[in-house]
């Protein structure tokens, strides 16, 4: 099992930045992918971005230049740097667990992201 704790959730205004972080603890196997996506009431979840334990990331189109995600290997732990927050950027983030092995996607409760004009 892997457990993770996501934190870093807010409201802003539109124009600024946030940065969310989420820790794993538990049974964690080296070759692994960590991420974040979204979900909207009544929407499905949607990709935010992704980072392999190699560092491969990947980003959906709408955030790709504003949203830069990384990760501490050594920590266990995955970041999302948030800038140039739009309204349509309001969602509960979720963050993700991918064990390459095993097949399994873990995530975390979810954090509200909320952007006001």
């Known amino acids: 099992q892997v457990q993770l704790v996501e934190s870093g959730g807010g409201l802003v205004q539109a124009g600024e930045s946030l940065r969310l972080s989420c820790a794993a603890s538990g049974r964690i196997f080296s070759a692994n992918a960590m991420g974040w996506y979204r979900q909207a009431p009544g929407k499905q979840r949607e990709l935010v971005a992704t980072i392999s334990s190699g560092g491969n990331t990947n980003y959906a189109d709408s955030v790709k230049g504003r949203f830069t995600i990384s990760r501490d290997n050594a920590k266990n732990t995955v970041y999302l740097q948030m800038n140039s927050l739009k309204l349509e950027d309001t969602d509960v983030y979720y963050c993700?667990?991918?064990?390459?092995?095993?097949?399994?996607?873990?995530w975390g409760q979810g954090t509200q992201v909320t952007v006001s004009s």
């Open positions: 993700s667990f991918y064990a390459i092995l095993t097949r399994v996607r873990y």
